[in-house]
């Protein structure tokens, strides 16, 4: 079965200061990869996702995420965090082809410090 | 494009009423998912709908739960009756084969006392 792990509950940064969240997976074959975004009192947003090819992927708001397989990660990174940042992270992954059967990890809350 | 609506968007009841929540999905979207979410079990798929037939509802918790999808455009979560325990945010999604995404409404709260 796939899982998907965020071994950090809560980041505080600085704002101006990088960011980079972690997420491993796991998984049988290469999947599809999420990282979505909740605001307070919102749903979720996709940032972005990878499915195949440049393991690079690059997503909205100026987030960018690298799928690494040798360590079944799909670590998000934002060069300089605003404020506006500030919200829950959570990845996903689902089987290739299986978008449907979305898991979820447990979610990051980022805070970000003027 | 008025993404996904959902309704209420707050529901307080007591213990042992009937609740019913709503969900519009994405005009053109095919596929329609409830989640819901708790600070204990994080964000958990109940049930999923393909062209409005229900395919996978393994994560629905126990039978006071159900949910039916009587035509394209609307959906209904049920839970009879309502525990405390059943307090939570719930989230209807929708997406279409071409899309390889999901889109997410603004979520219903439940709180039930």
């Known amino acids: 079965a796939q899982s998907v792990t965020q071994p950090d509950i809560h980041i505080t940064v600085s704002e101006g200061a990088s960011l980079e969240l972690r997420c491993n997976y796991s998984?049988?074959?290469?999947?599809?990869l999420f990282w979505y975004v909740q605001s307070p009192g919102q749903g979720l947003q996709l940032l972005l996702k990878?499915?195949?090819?440049?393991?690079l992927v690059q997503g909205i708001k100026g987030f960018e995420a690298e799928f690494k397989r040798s360590q079944s990660s799909f670590n998000l990174r934002k060069p300089s965090v605003h404020w506006s940042d500030a919200a829950e992270y959570f990845c996903a992954v689902a089987p290739s082809g299986g978008y449907q059967k979305v898991t979820f990890g447990t979610g990051t809350k980022l805070q970000v410090i003027p | 494009d008025a993404g996904v609506i959902q309704s209420p968007r707050h529901e307080v009841t007591e213990m042992g009423q009937e609740v019913t929540l709503r969900c519009k999905p994405i005009?053109?979207?095919?596929?329609l998912f409830w989640y819901r979410q708790t600070m204990m079990r994080g964000l958990e798929l109940l049930i999923y709908f393909n062209n409005n037939v229900p395919i996978d509802d393994s994560g629905m918790p126990e039978d006071r739960f159900s949910a039916k999808m009587p035509n394209a455009s609307f959906s209904t979560l049920k839970i009879q009756p309502s525990e405390p325990r059943d307090s939570a945010v719930y989230f209807c999604a929708s997406t279409s084969d071409d899309r390889n995404e999901q889109f997410f409404g603004p979520g219903t709260r439940l709180t039930v006392l």
């Open positions: 990878y499915f195949s090819g440049d393991t």
């Open positions: 998984y049988g074959a290469t999947p599809y």
């Open positions: 005009s053109g979207h095919n596929s």
